[in-house]
């Protein structure tokens, strides 16, 4: 006898969506950031209607807002819901549009959409550097200040800078470079006048940052250099009132009110001397009466009210007043008169000379004249 055999046939269905849930439910986490700081951490999550399928049946991908994508790193959270990581370094500070797609491998996903803010990196005080200078001479790119950025990523356009060197003339740009993992700045300026001064320096990131440095100039008083004038040649007992020195500063703005000048005569007498700018340069005017004669060597003494100062000598000679002698008598010579002449010049003495005179006075024998 035959037995009969009942086949039952299972058709199961095989293709994608037999395999994998449904995605829903995408929530972004990721909202905040700053640049040049790298992130790494969770970005968003979903939910999957199939609470048991495995993570290797999904994948996941962060579009960053700025270029850049890359792949998610996903792992379960139970109960159906999937976080989503991934790592990323924004270099500038901004908002950026983010969005977060996952798909599994039956075809489904979901995208998730939002917004991260950026903020600029802070900035931070490195070295400042003391200016040591003379008034009058530019100092020229000398080193101030340097900072760094928390961003290590930042390009030199995104700062600038200004200084106020601390003598009430108007701001100045600085100039910045960059030096390994930092930022100098730079800057050139002329002092008018010596002493010393605090220096601001405000750097501005583009982003928004600001950070302000302290630093201090000390400026010298420009160095004199003096002269002595012409040799002098004067009469005892005769007043003399002229140059006896010239000198020149080094800080071109000098006036003659920032000087003063002294005069010690070489004869134990002295007197303050008087300052001018004469043809472009200084010179020191004196006045002075020599009670003796002889050789002397005036010394002059020149000071800055800022602290310089310069010495010179000059040499003076002081003729004897010369006696004046009697009259001397005309002589008779033919039908003219002789007449003869005494003068003094200075540094010779008396000088005698004779003149002719073709008229002849009536009473020329009788008495003599002083010429």
Known sequence: MKVASAVVIMVLACGPSALAGILSSGTLIFHSATEGVSFNGGVASFTDSDASEPVSNLSSTITWGDSFTSNAVLQTLGGGLFGVSGSHTYAEEGVYNLTVNASNIGGDSVSM????????????????????????????N??????????????????IS???????????????????????????????????????????????STLLTSAGASIADAP???????????????????????????????????????????????????????????EVLGNHTYAQSGQFSPFVSIGDLGGSSAQVSDAATVDPTPSVPEPAPLTMMGAGLVLTLLAYVRGKGIIRGSILCRARPADAASRPYAV
């Open 224 to 282: 004199l250099s003096a002269s002595a004038s012409a040799p002098l040649v004067l009469l005892q007992g005769t007043p003399f009132s002229g140059p006896v020195a010239t000198f020149t500063d080094s800080d071109p703005s000098g006036l003659p009110s920032d000087y003063a000048a002294t005069i010690d005569w070489g004869d134990n007498t002295s007197s303050p001397g008087t300052i001018l700018l004469s043809g472009g340069q200084l």
């Open 113 to 140: 959409f939002g917004t991260v803010t950026v903020a600029d990196a802070s900035l931070t005080n490195g070295a400042s550097f003391p200016v040591f200078g003379t008034e009058g001479l530019n100092n020229v």
């Open 142 to 159: 000398v080193q101030l200040a340097t900072f760094t950025d928390s961003n290590g990523l930042a390009p030199l356009s995104d700062f």
């Open 162 to 208: 200004s200084i106020d060197w601390g003598d009430n003339t108007p701001f100045s740009g600085g100039t910045i470079v960059q030096n390994g993992g930092q930022f100098v700045i730079s800057g050139s300026h002329t002092y008018a006048e010596e002493g010393s001064y605090s220096i601001t320096i405000q750097t501005l990131d583009v982003g928004g």
